[in-house]
Each structure stands twice: as structure tokens, then as C-alpha cells.
């Protein structure tokens, strides 16, 4: 059993940035294998970014704009964005792939 707690997620006008939090805690012993999913309103669960080993992948509308990356010590993945868009607005879920884990969500709003 794993437990992901996911932060970071707030308003922010189109062009600014955020970083996203998931913290894993519970019997995960790594995080190798990780994602990053986001649900906007009306829309399906689409996946974003996706970090295993030293492999990292993006869906086409965020490449060049979000990182993922993770620190082990700390047991957290997270989701650097960048010049975000209204577009981007959703609520943003981390997934474990080998305890098919999810957390919580976090909102991310792009407004001016």
C-alpha cells in the first residue's frame, strides 16, 4: 500500500509558473516509475508526463513547457510548468504504476 499526497497546485496567470509536489509514503520503496495525469471539466483523465528510470515522456501539448522529475531521499515526484496556458487548467493527479496508486488531485487554474 502507498499513499500520494499531491501539492503545489494554485491560480496563476497565462505565462507564469508552478511546481507540482507528490510525496509517496507507505511501503513504496522507490518511485521509480511514475505520472503525472490531469482531468479538465467535462474532459477525460489525459496523461502528461511520465518519469521511469532515466526515461521521461510528455504529451505533445506540454513538451517544452513541464519537467518531471523526482528526489528519491525525499520519496517526490514533481512537475515544474512553465508558461502556462488557460488550457492547462485541470485538476493534476500523480499515479504509482507498480502499486497503481493515485493521489488526491491538485487544482491548477490559468486566468488572468
Known amino acids: 500500500q502507498v499513499q500520494l499526497v499531491e501539492s503545489g497546485g494554485g491560480l496563476v496567470q497565462p505565462g507564469g509558473s508552478l511546481r507540482l509536489s507528490c510525496a509517496a509514503s507507505?511501503?513504496?520503496?522507490?518511485?521509480?516509475?511514475m505520472r503525472w495525469y490531469r482531468q479538465a471539466p467535462g474532459k477525460q483523465r489525459e496523461l502528461v508526463a511520465t518519469?521511469?528510470?532515466?526515461?521521461?515522456n510528455y504529451v505533445d501539448s506540454v513538451k517544452g513547457r513541464f519537467t518531471i522529475s523526482r528526489d528519491n531521499a525525499k520519496n517526490t515526484v514533481y512537475l515544474q510548468m512553465n508558461s502556462l496556458k488557460p488550457e492547462d487548467t485541470a485538476v493534476y493527479y500523480c499515479y504509482n504504476l507498480a502499486f497503481n496508486s493515485w493521489g488526491q488531485g491538485t487544482q491548477v487554474t490559468v486566468s488572468s
Open positions: 518519469i521511469s528510470g532515466e526515461f521521461t
Open positions: 507507505g511501503s513504496i520503496r522507490s518511485i521509480d516509475s
